[in-house]
Every structure is written in structure tokens, then in C-alpha cells.
């Protein structure tokens, strides 16, 4: 009877819980587990308290970043511990950081993150990682209240969905695996830093576009010139802003839309020539004598790399630190890498065959405008066909994809309510685990090894067993 009874007690909880996502219970329910449920539901329709249960979900799932240490075999050792760092905040080090290439990179925002923190704790990499945990609380946070911001001007979704949507978007960002490379490993800082500046670029011109208010349009330029000056990818912020117009339903053909866009096209230009210079400078990229992978070979790995980091994006599966190329250079690309192009291709045509499905089209859009640059279709200086880190601010355009989607399951499909939500629950935990053991394996270099070699092997007894 005791057994019956708790299971029983257990299906109607789960029942109250999964009904609590429409937010419309008024007044609390008879109960003890019933009235915790209820209090649960109005705390996190509330936005203060939502941004607070982020936050502690955040700290929980990287709490063993708080332990680790510094890369020193794996890039720290020069993009953080160098002698910009370690020179402070003298006004000549200052104009070194903003006027110097180091490493091939110029990142002079990227570097006074490092000098700040620095300044104050020295080479303790417990506050390093602290800081970097806490930009990407606040990418989190900032992820949430941006769409809490651009869906109700819609008129298309409820408060309801807009919550939903909204929260589950960042709660997805907060726990998945696949950015964990950019939060637990302090040379990618890079990526959470641009993204930072990059989103608050895009609070602005909400603003802008909701006032037309002149300096709101000058506070996005700014926030786009220190997107970039933490990482080179932020020069995608003008189709970043095309796609917000896009989703406030603007005139896309209004010529004050396009001539609002020109300053930040010719910024981009700009930044872009930057990039190659600082490439060059350390005898890589484009603009280097160095030996590149011939363009035809880059349409195959750019289709891989988007396929990969799309794939990743809903199942995140075999991560690395580490994926090379499959081909030295002067070598033949394996036959299966031309399928990818061929599925991106008929992909693209499957969404522009559905491009009146304005939401799955926008994130879509989203998710390739910020991941194509970094898809070897131009030649970079790296040494591996995908990297974790480059879908950090892409993956907010799947991530958003899927809050849509299972809002719409869970409006549209009443009679699976509890199964529907048992599943997003289910998929959330999983995710969450997986960060929590994959931000383990960034401790040290040591670790890092260890973790690719377990990788390996495990290829290697698969591959075996299929023969």
C-alpha cells in the first residue's frame, strides 16, 4: 500500500508539474508537493527570480571550474600568461595591446580582461576562471532578456510562450555541453567576451528600433567596436541587426533600413582587413605565403564543419578539444566529406522552400550567419576543421529553435502535455550532467590529453569491431 501510494503521489506531482507550464494557476493548490510546485511555477514567471534560478544552475553545472588550473600545454600559456598581462595597466603597455598583433590575433579587449584580472589576484587562475564563468552568466542573462524583449513586440506569442520560449532558450545556453570549451577553458575567452559585448550590441538596437533614438544607434556602433576588439567573428553584427528587422517585421526593402546598415558594413570591411593583417603578421591566413587548402576542398570541410556543429548542437556527442583536418594539405579530401555540401545545399533549399515559417527561417538565419565565418569556407589560421568554441553565439539560433518548436508541441499537441515536458526535463537533465563531467576534463593539460586519448580509443575498438 506504502509503495502504491508514493507512486501514485509521484504521478500526480509530475502531472501538477508539467500543467504549471502554462502558467495559469491562480491561486495554490491543495498539498504540500502541489503548493511547492506552484510556488516553483510563479518564481520562474517572474523574471528576477528566472535570471536568479539561471544564475545557480550555471554555478552548479561548472562548479569544478573553480578548482582548475591553467592550460600551460594548451594556449594559456602564451594568450594569458604573456608579457601584456604581466606588464599591467601602464599607459605604455595599454597602447601596445591596442596598436600590437600578438600571436596572430588582435583581441586588445580579450587582453585587458586578462590585465584586469591580473592587476588585482596576479597568475591565480581561480579568479581567471571565476570571471570567466561569471561573462558567461551574463551572456546567459543576457540571452533571456533579449528575447523577453524582441518576441512581444511580435504580437505573435502569449506572455506564456514568450517565458517559455524565452527561458528556455537561455537554460539550454546555461547547461549544453557544447559551450562548455568556451566557459571552461580560459584562452576562450574570446568567444564568451565578443559574444558579451556582441548581445549588448543587440539590446541596443532593440532600443534603437523601438525609439529611433540616435544614440541608441551610437551605443550599438560602440558596442560593435569592442565586440570586436575581444574576438574577430563579431564582425557579423550587421547581419545580426538585419535579422532583428527581420523578426520586428520591418520593411526588409525600406531604404532607411539598408542606409541605418552602412556605417556597420563598412566597420565590418574594416575589422576584416585587421584580421588578415594580424594573421600575416604571424605568417598564416590568407594574406601569407604559408601553403593553403585549395577552395574547393573548403567547400567540403565548411559542409562538414556546418553540419558538425549543427548535429552537435541537438545530440552533443564524441566532444573534443582537439578535431584535425582529415587531409594534409596537398592531399585528397575522403570521398565523404562531399556529401555535406551536398546536405547543407539541400538543407538551405528545404528552408527556403518553408521560408514563410518566419521563426524557423530567422533561426536558422541566425545560426548560419554567425557559424559560417568560422566554416573554413575563407582560410583560417588553425589546425583543426571544427572547434567547440566557434558555436558559441551560433548555438543561441538552435537553441531558440528548439524553445520555439516545443513551445508549439506543447500548445498545439494538449493531450501530451506530461509527456512532452517529461522529455524537454529528461533532455535538460542529460545535458546538464554531460556539462557538468565535460567541464571536468578541462582541470589541466594533463586531463585534456587523457580525455582526447579516451576519445580515440574508442574510435579506434569501434572501427575495429565493424571489421
Known amino acids: 500500500m506504502f509503495g502504491s501510494g508514493v507512486v501514485k503521489q509521484v504521478f500526480l506531482n509530475f502531472h501538477y508539474l508539467t500543467s504549471m507550464l502554462e502558467l495559469k494557476t491562480l491561486k495554490p493548490p491543495a498539498g504540500p508537493p502541489r503548493q511547492i510546485a506552484w510556488a516553483i511555477e510563479k518564481l520562474l514567471s517572474n523574471r528576477l527570480w528566472a535570471s536568479a534560478f539561471l544564475t545557480i544552475t550555471i554555478i552548479v553545472v561548472y562548479w569544478p571550474v573553480f578548482n582548475h588550473q591553467f592550460q600551460v600545454q594548451w594556449d594559456d600559456q602564451w594568450v594569458v600568461i604573456n608579457k601584456y598581462t604581466s606588464a599591467g595597466l601602464h599607459p605604455e603597455n595599454l597602447w601596445r595591446v591596442l596598436t600590437d598583433f600578438w600571436g596572430g590575433q588582435y583581441a586588445p579587449v580579450n587582453e585587458l580582461f586578462y590585465i584586469l584580472i591580473y592587476t588585482f589576484v596576479k597568475y591565480d587562475p581561480f579568479w581567471f576562471h571565476t570571471a570567466c564563468l561569471a561573462v558567461h552568466v551574463i551572456n546567459v542573462l543576457l540571452v533571456y532578456h533579449l528575447f523577453l524583449k524582441l518576441l512581444p513586440r511580435t504580437t505573435q506569442f502569449t506572455a506564456s510562450s514568450v517565458q517559455r520560449i524565452s527561458l528556455f532558450t537561455a537554460l539550454l545556453m546555461a547547461v549544453h555541453p557544447f559551450v562548455v570549451e568556451s566557459v571552461a577553458w580560459i584562452s576562450a575567452s574570446k568567444n564568451s567576451l565578443y559574444t558579451l559585448f556582441y548581445l549588448v550590441a543587440l539590446h541596443a538596437w532593440l532600443s534603437y528600433t523601438k525609439e529611433f533614438r540616435f544614440k541608441y544607434y551610437l551605443l550599438t556602433i560602440c558596442w560593435f567596436f569592442i565586440s570586436f576588439g575581444a574576438?574577430?567573428?563579431?564582425?557579423?553584427?550587421?547581419?545580426?541587426?538585419?535579422?532583428?528587422?527581420?523578426?520586428?517585421?520591418?520593411?526588409?526593402?525600406?531604404?532607411?533600413?539598408?542606409?541605418?546598415?552602412?556605417?556597420?558594413f563598412l566597420l565590418s570591411l574594416i575589422f576584416g582587413i585587421i584580421t588578415f593583417y594580424s594573421q600575416a603578421a604571424n605568417k598564416e591566413g590568407i594574406l601569407s605565403d604559408e601553403p593553403l587548402y585549395p577552395f574547393y576542398q573548403n567547400i567540403a570541410f565548411a559542409g562538414y564543419a556546418i553540419s558538425e556543429y549543427f548535429t552537435k548542437c541537438l545530440a552533443p556527442v564524441n566532444l573534443s578539444h582537439f578535431y584535425p583536418f582529415p587531409n594534409a594539405i596537398g592531399q585528397p579530401v575522403p570521398m565523404r566529406f562531399w556529401f555535406y555540401p551536398v546536405a547543407v545545399a539541400f538543407a538551405l533549399v528545404f528552408l527556403w522552400i518553408n521560408r514563410n515559417k518566419k521563426w524557423i527561417t530567422w533561426s536558422a538565419a541566425f545560426f548560419l550567419v554567425h557559424i559560417v565565418i568560422a566554416s573554413n569556407v575563407i582560410p583560417l589560421s588553425r589546425n583543426a576543421i571544427v572547434a567547440d568554441r566557434y558555436v558559441y553565439l551560433a548555438s543561441i539560433g538552435i537553441f531558440f529553435c528548439m524553445a520555439y518548436l516545443l513551445n508549439n508541441l506543447f500548445l498545439q499537441k494538449t493531450a501530451y502535455r506530461k509527456i512532452i515536458a517529461g522529455i524537454a526535463i529528461l533532455y535538460v537533465l542529460l545535458l546538464t550532467v554531460y556539462a557538468h563531467n565535460r567541464s571536468k576534463v578541462w582541470y589541466d593539460s594533463d586531463t585534456l590529453k587523457y580525455d582526447l586519448r579516451q576519445l580515440l580509443n574508442s574510435k579506434n575498438v569501434s572501427s575495429n569491431e565493424k571489421k
Do not use: S
Not at 234 to 258: F, H, I, K, Q
Open 231 to 264: 574576438k574577430e567573428q563579431a564582425v557579423t553584427l550587421p547581419l545580426g541587426l538585419l535579422l532583428l528587422d527581420y523578426a520586428l517585421d520591418r520593411n526588409m526593402l525600406a531604404r532607411r533600413l539598408w542606409l541605418e546598415k552602412i556605417p556597420f
